[in-house]
């Protein structure tokens, strides 16, 4: 699902990536660790296509994202990758349901499937009775499943997240971290962590260890 082949970048004279290799399989949860400044994010960007390596290659879903130009890669990152971060990110004016759908909207899919699809999705999260709530009426835990949910609404190939339950507290952390494994179960969903909560590190099928700017041990 995910290959990447001696990726660098650097920012100035900084050399964030040295060279590093990964594949990642359908349907398989990958943690990536590793002390600040190892090179997780910026990793986790490249494989997002939000930044572009110097050097090296990085396929998703059989697709060469360097060879594709800028409108074609925006499409892709609309309709393949899905995007979870630390911070929820939830816009504050819009409610549960209508943060779901954005994504959907953005790629002009039909109205009515984006919303039965987002029903779906907060069904699923457990959030059926929260989807006309807006975020400031939502608990902590609440808008993490929400800002899931709404990477999941076009179906994507891949998710990656970024610190998920780092802003959280410890029973929240702890549901959020088994719903990323309850949908590689029930959807078969690729998933890529960064995360320094070693509990969710060691729960993943793989756990990858970044030092300086490389993957150090698997």
């Known amino acids: 699902m995910i290959h990447v082949e001696n990726i660098r970048k650097s920012f100035g004279v900084l050399e964030v990536l040295r060279g590093v290799s990964l594949d990642v399989a359908q349907g398989e949860v990958v943690s990536i660790v590793g002390a600040s400044g190892a090179g997780k994010t910026t990793l986790l960007q490249i494989l997002g296509t939000l930044s572009a390596p110097d050097g090296g ?20 990152r609309n309709e393949r990758i899905g995007f979870v971060f630390q911070f929820h990110n939830l816009l504050p004016e819009f409610t549960a349901l209508e943060n779901v759908c954005i994504p959907g909207f953005i790629g002009r899919r039909d109205r009515r499937e984006v919303e039965r699809r987002a029903v779906e999705l907060l069904e699923m999260m457990n959030l059926s009775a929260r989807r006309d709530h807006k975020p400031a009426a939502l608990s902590g835990g609440e808008q ?73 041990s698997e």
Request: one cysteine or more; glycine letters at 6%.
């Open 57 to 76: 290659r990085v396929c998703i879903d059989g697709c060469d994202v360097g060879a594709m130009g800028e409108r074609e890669l925006s499409r892709f």
């Open 144 to 216: 993490q499943r929400v800002a899931i949910a709404r990477a999941l609404v076009n179906s994507p190939a891949v998710l990656l997240a970024d610190e998920p339950s780092g802003n959280l507290d410890s029973r929240n952390r702890e549901e959020i971290h088994r719903l990323f494994f309850d949908l590689r179960d029930r959807m078969g969903q690729t998933v890529v962590i960064v995360t320094h909560d070693e509990s969710l590190a060691a729960m993943a099928d793989r756990r990858i260890v970044m030092s300086d700017g490389l993957i150090v």
